[in-house]
């Protein structure tokens, strides 16, 4: 009671929406994403409360930090069926590697890798898949878990219309907008990169 901070915490969820990009900055937990409109929106990536802290005083940036902290990791594994949240690590020429960081709204216990293979990107021209054309490292993506594969890595799949890359980053830095199934674009320069994008809003 009368502690700032404790007033000041609201509980949250992965997906849900913290603020917007332009006057909060994602720190632990938190990811920015464009909605439907192309305002770049922060989202948890974790289960836990939401944070607010002003900027560190020699930050040249003064958004105030938002983070989801008092996380609590679930027990949870990933089951075939169940929508993940995965960060890409790693991106060959038949399949990309990545972190799965929640799965629902659950985040877990331990660390579990996701593999998204050439034939898993989309439903159609699966032989004309270009994994460089779909995800690069960093990306955040919303995928669904078919089966465990070998050595303890999950297959998944973004070969639905929603599943797909929902935030990346362009060379210049810049939570890039979706400007139609293949394409995302970097506000600041006008640069179009490939990718395998996740249908946004309704």
């Given at each position: 009671m009368g502690e700032i901070e404790g007033d000041n915490k609201e509980k949250v969820t992965p997906g849900e929406i913290l603020g917007k990009a332009s006057e909060l900055k994602p720190g632990k937990g938190a990811y920015v994403a464009a909605d439907a409109a192309g305002v770049n929106l922060v989202y948890a990536s974790l289960t836990g409360y939401r944070t607010i802290s002003p900027p560190p005083s020699?930050?040249?940036?003064?958004?105030?930090?938002?983070?989801?902290?008092?996380?609590?990791?679930?027990?949870?594994?990933?089951?075939?069926?169940?929508?993940?949240?995965?960060?890409?690590?790693?991106?060959?020429?038949?399949?990309?590697?990545?972190?799965?960081?929640?799965?629902?709204?659950?985040?877990?216990?331990?660390?579990?890798?996701?593999v998204i293979r050439q034939q898993d990107v989309r439903a159609t021209e699966i032989d004309k898949v270009d994994m460089h054309a779909s995800f690069r490292a960093g990306d955040i993506v919303r995928a669904v878990?078919?089966?465990?594969?070998?050595?303890?890595?999950?297959?998944?799949?973004?070969?639905?219309?929603?599943?797909?890359?929902?935030?990346?980053?362009?060379?210049?830095?810049?939570?890039?907008?979706?400007?139609?199934?293949?394409?995302?674009?970097c506000p600041v320069t006008g640069q179009i990169e490939p990718r395998k994008v996740a249908k946004v809003g309704n």
């Open positions: 020699d930050s040249t940036d003064k958004r105030s930090v938002v983070e989801v902290t008092g996380h609590k990791p679930h027990g949870a594994v990933p089951e075939p069926g169940c929508t993940v949240l995965a960060r890409v690590k790693k991106v060959m020429a038949k399949m990309a590697s990545a972190d799965i960081m929640c799965v629902g709204s659950k985040s877990f216990r331990e660390n579990f890798t996701g878990v078919l089966s465990l594969g070998d050595a303890r890595a999950y297959h998944l799949s973004t070969a639905k219309n929603e599943l797909g890359v929902v935030s990346a980053e362009s060379t210049a830095g810049e939570t890039m907008i979706p400007i139609s199934w293949t394409e995302m674009q």
